[in-house]
């Protein structure tokens, strides 16, 4: 079993997500240089947080070009496990992995702090060790963290069970306050129709050790290495 | 030709040209009076500060690297040390608030890794004008309708500026300060600090070491961008400080995170000697001072230089202030090795120089030698100055207690003299100063990196190292207004908040950096309080055995004649050998056992309760016993290291009853919680009358006390401890219900719903910071 955490110029939570793979999670991890096309030894992927390429133009429109994102789609087209974390997420959009876009948020402000978001979906690869309707509590980092796409896509996205995160009160309840940017339908994470690609922006790396206030975003990466294990074991 | 107007544009006195002179045994050309110029600014100088700044204490066991290099550094065991340092960027962010703040905080992060260090945390301390509309004062012009909104528009500035260079950057902002008062109002403090990690063998220094060796350019490329901007920062602001716009630098954080990125990898690979940063005079400070500390010279080729625009002269290239850009020195050999690093992160690359013998700063352009100046004509031999000191008119410090008294009794008779207490506690929490900085912090990535383990709001941010077991502790503190009062107690009383700040979270304060905020240094009233300031921090500093390894002077903090108060920022670190030991200032569960460790006196003197019932700040600073300060501070690390601590929080602005409100609010993870006090009448200051004396135990701010909670079966042990040290510990309630209710002898003063005491102090800042005025243009 082998994570790849792909490095483009300006991510700043790839040491964070490797930290969290190899000395939390226990699991082998390597990194992966944008500018590298070879990444068949990995078994899962993950686009971590930052500001690739400074996020000038728009967030993740610059990274979505680099060499690595070609194999990344097609990772993901073979049935590969791609999840992208905050930027990551971004670039995924971008890439046309996932749809619609992230705006700037409603205040206009960027924003850090732990919020809670409600566990929409546990068939996926992703989420599939929570119980649905798990409240998890993870720090969201970012000024461009607002959801948004056509209202064909959103519907397609709800009618297809597609929304895998929503922001939400402590109590599970989605709410406006609950909201920390504006996203439509408090939307805070969602994966693509066959469910292999996951895009969020609440960061579970920085929550999954019990010293750093919340451990709440282990049971995703938990949910991760069940997935490759059961992947590892069909093939 | 050089002319008096000439030396007039370029802040030069007539005096510091015959010694240019004379050092150089010839006239300069116009491009070397710039490199003097900024070389020899307040700025890069230190010229009124330096006959000074020796009185301060550099020598401790942990140190490293004292004062004199880009950052301080102190070992924290098991072979890794600690690079930190606090920067004043004020001038710039006065006159363009976003990107003076993020360049700000842009070099003081190159500061760190230029040591070899990898940047894991950064704090801000930061003073504004007033942004109440309940300031306004048509009649003052600090205070204007038109003052304050600008005000909003440079907090909004800078903070955005701090957030959106650090976050992009990928350096968490975990703690800080910010303060109001107006004498800040076109004078506000941007002082930025950072601190970073870095095996002991791994240290970088700014050395151009080797004859002969490559001097190589990295980074950005150079641009006409910050020329003059030390000058700038060496003198006051007057009406057309606007127009100074062009010497404000432009941040790029994703080039800063590149440039980290490959200064770090070039440093593992052993290519490198040295190294130092191109801030402040760019790349004339970066090639003479590394000479200088190498004994040997830097000859450098202009028409080398990578260069952002067309036709740049060879004095706009040597003043340029343009950002991102590192100065190195190879290991022959080696060169091709760190032009493939530098590439693989698509950074400018290029040998622009070599290391000479000869101990001068030789420059050439288009085959003309262009500046040709001894290294120490432009370091150690820079002017140094005895400026003249005079004590501001010597009076007896105001006693405040008849103006208190007054204005309680005016409260009293408006609001009730039962509810006196609880109005005077509803308007200190919403009170800017004292207000949850929340609206600051959010704006922060307070979490990148996965170390921090006390989030904002505490009273000393704490991180883990990974690296190690051990954790830091660090906390930015300063306090004007006393400083305005009495500068040697002031300062004093911000090294002890500093370290009672780092006690209170579990460490045992380690060192300091400070960064020194004054006015004009050719008044000689602010060249006294600076020389107070400087014997406050050196007897405080040799009380905690806290080192100073560095920082900054900021002068000229005045516009247009009014100068801000001396403003002394300390930055202390702090380690805390065990994680069980990390504390946080929110008390636990109800039943819990509320002390106070700590005398109270009838300190009411530049407090925030006087300023909140009078306007004024007046009277003396709380005299600070060093000797007691130390002891309150033992008693609280012995008992947290004991395990026998759940709470602990320093009494300051506001003073006690501020401080155990603080206490009750809800945080991440923590729930908002009541507490009954029961204050013994003993307690209460003697020396004055009663409501005067209730108001002191309420809200004055004596030094040397700490608000700590402990469980029922601990709190003898904890008596026992504090009787050992022979500090004074009292019982005076327990954590528990929805209010906080404060009794003196039985008698309640205070019965306020923490909710509603949380709220006030929550939505403070926001309704005066998020309003659409702020949008407006200038």
Redesign the interface.
Known sequence: MKFGVVVFPGSNCDHDTYHVISKVIGQPVDFIWHKESDISRFDAIILPGGFSYGDYLRTGAIARFSPVMNSVVRFANEGGLVMGICNGFQILCEAGLLPGALLRNRDLKFVCEHVNIRVEQTDTPFTQVCTEGQVLSLPVAHGDGNYFCDQQTLAELEGEGRVVFRYCDAAGNVTDEANPNGSLHNIAGICNRERNVLGLMPHPERASEDLLNSHDGRIIFRSLVVAVGEMLRTR | MITPEILEQHNVTAEEYEQIKQLLGREPNLTELGIFSVMWSEHCSYKSSKVHLKRLPVEGDCLVQGPGENAGIVDIGDGWCVAFKIESHNHPSFIEPYQGAATGIGGILRDIFTMGARPVAAMDSLRFGPVRDADVDEGNEQTSASTIARNRRIMAGVV?GL??YG????VPTVGGEVYFADCYSLNPLVNAFALGIVRREQIFYGKAEGVGNAVIYVGSKTGRDGIHGATMASAEFDEAAMEKRPTVQVG????E??LLEACLEAMRSGAIIGIQDMGAAGLTCSSCEMGARAGTGVEINLDLVPQREPNMTAYEMMLSESQERMLLVARPGHENQVFDIFRK??LDVATIGKVIAEPRLRAWHKGELVADIPNMALTDEAPKYHRPMAAAAVNPPEDVTPKVAAALRAIAAQAGSEQLMNELLMRLVAAPNIASKQWV??????????N??V?PGSDAAVL?V?ETRRSLAMSLDGNGRYCAVNPREGAKLAVAEAARNVICSGARPLAITNCLNFASPERPEVMKAFSDVIDGISEACRAFNTPVTGGNVSFYNETEGRGIYPTPVIGMLGIIED?RHVTTQWFRDAGDVILLLGESKADLGASELLVAVTGEVAGDAPPLDLQAELAVQRVCLEAIQAGLIRSAHDCSDGGLAVALAESCFSH??HNAVGARIELPVALRPQSVDEIVGSAALLFGESPSRIVVSVKPENVERVREIAQRAGAACAVIGEVGGSELRIAIGGETHINCSVAELEAAWRGSLPSHL?RQDLLAAD
């Open positions: 955005k957030g959106d976050n992009a950057f990928g790029d954080p994703f080039s995170k590149l992160w698509d912090y959010r704006q922060y990535d307070h979490m990148v990196r996965t921090t383990v989030l883990r990974k994680a991440y993870r998020d």
